[in-house]
């Protein structure tokens, strides 16, 4: 071949050609360095794996727990009825199992949302006059946790911020802060039956509020809002365009002369996501069948809320199949009996704790008028020994094999919170060692000032 020799011009349009090439060629390079500098494994967590945290296992977790062994174990810390076997379902709720198992017609997929026939029946159970429900305003979820974890999702951005009731149920926290969402506690009052400070809720309002959580009745208070109160609430909500999810798996479990009223029945204009389920109620926390309601009487959610959860349902095809083919029978043919014996139960153990406690010195108990929990005031500055709540509830384990868990774990210190689902004698017998233990540790503040002087 003849020698050729080639003129590159750089003036004009040839210069750009010219820097696009030697931009081009200079991206390969890099692009091939890119791959070839990873010389050894290095697989990281998520952002939001790392930014998940229970508070209660954080808590528990680090807690020394070495029970008296001359004592059988109390655990009055564990929220679940069906651990000590003494709160059985019904045998209707069974029947109703063993019914759709049988039938062999729920062992496929369900549609993300649930199936239609089940989302009727829950429909029809919760709609009222105030607040009317059809099927597409219901989601079936895997628990209630699930139904709380799709509304945060579909109401916040990652910078926006929620209001959580403290105490309150830790799961708000871990769900919002995992999310990048940020959470706002506000006050609920011992001394008015944990009801919310209003005026606190409503000073934590700003531009990025998207929503408001209010559990009612309340884990871990065990509190009751009356009508008024929730109307209170509601105007505040509808006063700064702020909606409202309201976490209801406790509904209807109130003591005798408590009336319970969900905020939606009670609402002319701020939309709400109500979160429900099984699994108290129906005593089968195992079973994951909770639910949304969607109330939006005017329309303020609009379509495109109801698409987002949809598409969010859509992750996880949740809810248990067998259990949507037995809710039909388990909503309309448990008998009334059951839910006033669980209740009488439930009132029962709470006087008999809260009788028993009122008169141990340095201890103040909240009486509840519902759901499953009796919060127990610790005056600190009697038990001199103990820097804070978890030191007591953990020296009460390892004295007197009692667990109460400390109310740390929802963001409320000096507090602790007892379970009173326990069998009656077990409720007695821990009493009894809260008793022992307190009067051993309990300190006037002259015997303080002497032991200092001494």
């Known amino acids: 071949m003849e020698n050729q020799s080639y003129e590159v011009k750089i003036n004009g349009s040839g210069i750009h050609e010219m820097n696009a090439l030697i931009g081009a060629v200079k991206g390969i390079v890099c692009l091939a360095k890119q791959k070839s500098c990873r010389q050894r494994w290095n697989i990281r967590p998520s952002e939001m794996s790392i930014n998940t945290l229970n508070p209660i296992r954080a808590i528990v977790d680090g807690m020394k727990l070495t029970p008296n062994p001359e004592k059988p174990m109390i655990a009055l810390s564990i929220g679940d009825p069906t651990v000590f076997g003494n709160l059985p379902t019904d045998d209707k709720v069974l029947q109703a199992m063993k019914d759709a198992i049988d039938s ?96 606190h809720m409503e000073s934590l309002i700003d531009d990025r509020t998207t929503c408001l959580i209010v559990n009612n009745p309340s884990n871990p208070c065990g509190s009751v809002y009356s009508k008024e109160h929730l109307q209170n609430i509601l105007s505040v909500a509808s006063k700064h365009c702020v909606p409202i999810l309201a976490d209801e798996i406790y509904g209807d479990m109130v003591f005798p002369g408590c009336t319970y009223q969900s905020m939606a029945s009670l609402s002319s204009d701020v939309p709400i996501l109500a979160c429900g389920g099984l699994a108290k109620r129906w005593l089968v926390p195992g079973w994951r069948l909770g639910w949304i309601l969607i109330h939006d009487k005017n329309q303020i959610f609009g379509k495109e809320i109801r698409q987002g959860l949809v598409k969010l349902s859509q992750r996880i095809l949740g809810a248990c199949t067998i259990v949507q083919g037995a809710i039909e029978s388990i909503l309309n043919d448990t008998p009334q009996e059951f839910y006033h014996r669980t209740i009488s139960f439930l009132e029962s153990n709470s006087e008999i704790c809260f009788s028993e406690l009122s008169t141990v010195p340095g201890l103040t108990p909240v009486m509840p008028s519902g759901a499953m929990y009796l919060m127990v005031g610790i005056e600190m500055e009697h038990f001199p020994e103990f820097q804070n709540d978890v030191q007591f509830t953990e020296r009460l384990v390892t004295e007197q094999s009692v667990f109460c868990l400390p109310a740390t774990a929802f963001e409320y210190p000096n507090y602790f919170r007892i379970v009173v689902t326990v069998p009656e004698e077990m409720m007695v017998e821990a009493c009894t060692r809260i008793r022992e233990f307190c009067q051993r540790h309990y300190r006037t503040c002259s015997q303080d000032s002497n032991e200092l002087d001494q």
């Open 104 to 199: 062999n017609k729920y062992n496929g997929y369900a549609p993300s949302v649930g199936y239609q026939k089940s989302r009727e029946v829950v429909a029809n159970f919760y709609s009222c006059t105030e607040a009317p429900l059809e099927a597409e305003d219901v989601l079936l979820t895997s628990g209630c946790s699930q139904a709380i974890d799709l509304a945060i999702t579909v109401l916040c951005n990652p910078g926006d911020n929620i209001l959580v009731p403290c105490p309150g149920f830790s799961l708000y926290k871990t769900l919002a802060v995992s999310l990048g969402i940020q959470v706002k506690l506000y006050t609920l009052l011992p001394e008015k039956s944990w009801e919310i400070d209003l005026q």
